[in-house]
């Protein structure tokens, strides 16, 4: 199984501040058609995983511009360039290469 | 609109079981593997089975092995979830996830597994 790895878990932001959260997996997330199958979601309390980034570093239909993925074989990075309130919530990486698995989570909040 | 709703969940004893259903809108559900994820309480996400377009091929967790069994009809755009000799474990929300690259989530269908 892929397994993958978030950090930090926790961490406190400040509003209009830049943050940074890494997932690794434990295999490479490189598909034969040249796409990384790598998700990032925010999830808020009571509500569903929303997606943000889709194969790595696609945005989301609706989803802000201060979000941003890149990353490649087996690291990633997710970059918010200037935190809003609204950005507070768990944030998750997901593998779809196989099967499907996810980091742990990093619970962001404000400061 | 792509969209997917779960249904099905509810309160079952230990040693009993569910169904849980999935109905998929605004995309050709044939065209995509499926999953179930759940999330229990206060904790993370975690994969439960998925299964090929056209339900060929399953794929379980280790936990629920032998125990959940999913099925499609892609006739009926819907994607099951039977689950059978509840533990207390199983307690979770149960989204259907879509292979897709634009993935979407319902609300997902809570289950509570009590005696």
């Known amino acids: 199984d892929i397994v993958m790895t978030q950090s930090p878990l926790s961490l406190p932001v400040t509003p209009g501040e830049p943050a940074s959260i890494s997932c690794r997996s434990s295999?490479?997330?490189?598909?034969?058609?040249?796409?990384?199958?790598l998700d990032w979601y925010l999830q808020k309390p009571g509500q569903p995983p929303q997606l943000l980034i889709y194969?790595?570093?696609n945005r989301a239909s609706g989803v802000p511009d201060r979000f941003s993925g890149s990353g490649s074989g087996t690291d990633f990075t997710l970059k918010i360039s200037r935190v809003e309130a609204e950005d507070v919530g768990v944030y998750y990486c997901?593998?779809?290469?196989?099967?499907?698995?996810f980091g742990q989570g990093t619970k962001v909040d404000i400061k | 609109e792509v969209q997917v709703v779960e249904s099905g969940g509810g309160l079952a004893q230990p040693g009993g079981s569910l169904r849980l259903s999935c109905i998929a809108s605004?995309?050709?559900?044939?065209?995509?593997?499926m999953s179930w994820v759940r999330q229990a309480p206060g904790k993370g996400l975690e994969w439960v089975a998925n299964?090929?377009?056209?339900?060929?091929?399953?794929d379980y967790v280790d936990s629920v092995r032998g125990r959940f069994t999913i099925s499609r009809d892609n006739a009926k755009s819907s994607v099951y979830l039977q689950m059978n000799s509840l533990r207390a474990e199983d307690t979770a929300v149960y989204y259907c996830?879509?292979?897709?690259?634009?993935?979407?989530w319902g609300q997902g269908t809570l289950v509570t597994v009590s005696s």
């Open positions: 996830v879509p292979h897709m690259d634009r993935r979407v």
């Open positions: 605004g995309f050709t559900l044939t065209n995509y593997w």
């Open positions: 299964i090929k377009e056209d339900g060929s091929e399953e």
């Open positions: 295999q490479s997330l490189l598909y034969r058609n040249g796409y990384h199958y």
């Open positions: 194969l790595a570093s």
């Open positions: 997901m593998q779809a290469i196989h099967r499907l698995s």
